[in-house]
């Protein structure tokens, strides 16, 4: 089966910087999207911004020339360079990964476990 894994969340000041990585393992040949979403205390789950394996990406316009996703499809892994950090962007972040090529078929939606990431001075 496939699993996501995240790692960097953690706690940073107002207008300061994480980075999020999220790995993906399992018998995996191919990833068609990949993307990162939030949910804050008693709000519902967002979307922050997701990137196709070839390299198209979208943002939440809350974080839009903030935060940076990237993936090495080699690795199966995605990044989110998160820039200028507000309370605001306090949450659980998620990794997801849709439309997955494995050997046993085709996965259609996975989800990590979630990094907590707190903003707060």
């Known amino acids: 089966q496939v699993q996501l894994v995240e790692s960097g969340g953690g706690l940073v000041q107002p207008g300061g910087s994480l980075r999020l990585s999220c790995s993906a393992s399992g018998s995996i040949f191919s990833i068609s999207v990949m993307g990162w979403y939030r949910q804050a205390p008693g709000k519902q789950r967002e979307l922050v911004a997701t990137i196709t394996s070839s390299g198209s990406t979208n943002y939440a316009d809350s974080v839009k020339g903030r935060f940076t996703i990237s993936r090495d499809n080699a690795k199966n892994t995605e990044y989110l360079q998160m820039n200028n950090l507000k309370p605001e962007d306090a949450a659980v972040y998620y990794c997801?990964?849709?439309?997955?090529?494995?050997?046993?078929?085709?996965?259609?939606?996975?989800w990590g476990q979630g990094t907590q990431v707190t903003v707060s001075s």
């Open positions: 997801n990964a849709r439309s997955i090529a494995t050997a046993l078929g085709n996965v259609p939606n996975v």
